[in-house]
């Protein structure tokens, strides 16, 4: 057996066409009634309940917060997509994850970042937000973290065992739930932020990792 088959990252189930497009169309279903509520600023009593249950952790996470959060800063997918291609000589890959940088920065933070016009939560709750980053003010709706450890952590789960799938979508949760916790978005935030990331992985998946699935036959397919 050959070192590319030893290696921990391999395309296991090709995702169909159907099954990104039902995908698509629901995550951005999300995008657009969580946009209908959380346009003109608008932070709903039950949102704004949710976000301070989650700020008013106790300050000791805030350094393991911060650690765990930077699988969602800007150039995460490209240094993941660099990791992954070290082991696997992929192009397919190292272009499938690099390609959420893009998507990230025209639709996200472009596009609906724009037409939404959302203001952090110190801006739009109140000042007794704890933020404990640097975001007090600036447009919030959606987090682009999550958005980000979305897209990565599907992508990833699409290339490991089934044993270690549920890491990556663990972590991509505790992202979202990190942005809370550190006061910088509101909950409609983080839940349109991985709406988009899962429309961003599900697109990237059909459109690269099908690829490699269809270099080897042997391997399961989803939906099949």
């Not at 309940?49 to 800007?74: K, R, T, Y």
């Amino acid at each position: 057996m050959g070192w590319r088959q030893r290696q921990p990252f391999v395309v296991r189930g090709r995702i169909t066409a159907l099954q990104t497009f039902v995908v698509s169309v629901l995550a951005i279903i999300v995008v657009i009634a969580s946009s209908l509520v959380a346009r003109n600023d608008t932070v709903p009593a039950w949102e704004e309940s949710v976000l301070h249950f989650f700020n008013d952790w106790a300050d000791w996470l805030e350094p393991l917060m911060w650690v765990l959060q930077q699988v969602g800063v800007i150039g995460a997918p490209v240094l993941v997509g660099l990791a992954v291609y070290w082991f696997t000589r992929r192009w397919e890959y190292l272009v499938a994850f690099a390609s959420i940088l893009p998507l990230k920065l025209i639709l996200e933070k472009g596009v609906v970042k724009n037409l939404v016009e959302r203001e952090r939560p110190f801006q739009s709750v109140g000042t007794e937000i704890n933020v404990r980053g640097p975001a007090f003010e600036g447009l919030s709706f959606p987090s682009g973290h999550t958005t980000t450890s979305f897209a990565i952590g599907i992508l990833l789960a699409a290339l490991l065992p089934p044993r270690w799938r549920v890491v990556p979508l663990v972590w991509a949760v505790v992202v979202a739930v990190a942005r809370l916790y550190y006061g910088e978005h509101n909950l409609l935030d983080v839940v349109a932020g991985g709406a988009m990331g899962t429309l961003f992985a599900v697109v990237l998946w059909n459109l690269f990792l099908n690829r490699v699935v269809e270099d080897r036959p042997d391997e399961a397919m989803v939906g099949s």
